[in-house]
T-cell receptor, first 116, second 113 residues
């Protein structure tokens, strides 16, 4: 069975500092994809970054980078230079092809609060 | 390029009624997936449609159904509403199955009283 674990219910960070949000996963699929989404209080899920299991390099998108450690089955999100607008819920999700091509399994989420 | 749109944004229904939610994907996207988000269960996959065919279904009762039209717009229907169906319903669109990016709409917040 596929599973995503986010062990940090809440995180605090000072503005302009970097923060790492943890995500571990479990799957028996040889090929899978890992996603991070941001959900502000408005409810919309905002796509941040994607990492494929066979990608050789860690994914980066602006201030977001994904620290992918395949052997440890972890896919941590690193946000550099935090901004007040980064305060939101963050979800890690996985797509394994045996479960369906576009079916995402989500973690419980981490609530990030950025302080000025 | 317009994003994923969902209508209505908010809905209040009574137990036993039925409801239909609509999702219009990003132009050119042919895959639409639906998710239910509740405080207790988190985000759970409902079903996925691609080229008007249901490709995958989550572990939900038969009261939850959906369909996709030729223009890729999708609707989901919940019949005989229960209090536990109160949730944020999100749809996601992607260009194809197995795409690297899935974009979500703003969601429909359903309250069942």
């Amino acid at each position: 069975a596929q599973k995503i674990t986010q062990t940090q219910p809440g995180m605090f960070v000072q503005e302009k500092e970097a923060v790492t949000l943890d995500c571990t996963y479990d799957t028996s699929d040889p090929s899978y994809g890992l996603f991070w989404y941001k959900q502000p209080s408005s409810g919309e899920m905002i796509f941040l970054i994607y990492q494929g299991s066979y990608d050789q390099q860690n994914a980066t998108e602006g201030r977001y980078s994904l620290n992918f450690q395949k052997a440890r089955k972890s896919a941590n999100l690193v946000i550099s230079a935090s901004q007040l607008g980064d305060s939101a819920m963050y979800f890690c999700a996985m797509r394994g092809f045996s479960g369906g091509y576009n079916k995402l399994i989500f973690g419980a989420g981490t609530r990030l609060a950025v302080h000025p | 390029k317009a994003g994923v749109t969902q209508t209505p944004r908010y809905l209040i229904k009574t137990r036993g009624q039925q409801v239909t939610l609509s999702c219009s994907p990003i132009s050119g996207h042919r895959s639409v997936s639906w998710y239910q988000q509740t405080p207790g269960q988190g985000l759970q996959f409902l079903f996925e449609y691609f080229s008007e065919t249901q490709r995958n279904k989550g572990n939900f009762p038969g009261r939850f159904s959906g369909r996709q039209f030729s223009n890729s717009r999708s609707e989901m229907n919940v019949s005989t509403l229960e209090l536990g169906d109160s949730a944020l319903y999100l749809c996601a669109s992607s260009f194809r199955q197995g795409a690297d990016e899935q974009y979500f709409g703003p969601g429909t917040r359903l309250t069942v009283t």
